[in-house]
C-alpha cells in the first residue's frame, strides 16, 4: 500500500509561480509512474503532467506545457510539480497519483493510489 499527500496549493495571483509537493509513504519501490491530475468545478479529471520511475521520460498536457515542470525524488520519495505563469484557467483541486504497472503509457487515467488533493487557485 502507498500513502500520498499533497501540499503546497493556495491563492496566487495570475503570472505567478506555485509549486506543489507529493509525498510518499509505504512500498514507495512498488510503484513506477507518477502523475499530477487536477479536477475545476463542474469539469472532468485531467492528466496534467507524469513522469517515469527514472524521471527520463515526461509527459505534459498541451495547456501546461512549457509552463508547469514534474519532477521526482526517489529518494525522498516525493514528486513535485513547478507550475509558472499561472492563469484563472488552472484554478483546480490538484492530486497526485501513483501505479504500479511499470508500462509507460501517459495517457492512461488507470492509477492504484491516489493522494487527496491540494486546491490551487489563480485570482487576482
Excluded at 527514472?54 to 525522498?76: H, K, P, Q, W
Excluded at 504497472?101 to 493510489?113: F, G, L, R, V
Aim: overall charge negative.
Amino acid at each position: 500500500q502507498v500513502h500520498l499527500v499533497e501540499s503546497g496549493g493556495g491563492l496566487v495571483q495570475p503570472g505567478g509561480s506555485l509549486r506543489l509537493s507529493c509525498t510518499a509513504s509505504g512500498k514507495f519501490n512498488s510503484i513506477n509512474s507518477m502523475a499530477w491530475f487536477r479536477q475545476a468545478p463542474g469539469k472532468e479529471r485531467e492528466s496534467v503532467a507524469v513522469i517515469s520511475w527514472s524521471g527520463m521520460l515526461r509527459s505534459y498536457a498541451d495547456s501546461v506545457e512549457g509552463r508547469f515542470t514534474i519532477s521526482r525524488d526517489n529518494a525522498a520519495q516525493t514528486v513535485d510539480l513547478e507550475m509558472s505563469n499561472l492563469n484563472p484557467e488552472d484554478t483546480a483541486v490538484y492530486y497526485c497519483a501513483a501505479r504500479s504497472d511499470p508500462t509507460w503509457n501517459p495517457e492512461t487515467q488507470s492509477y492504484d493510489y491516489w493522494g487527496r488533493g491540494t486546491q490551487v487557485t489563480v485570482s487576482s
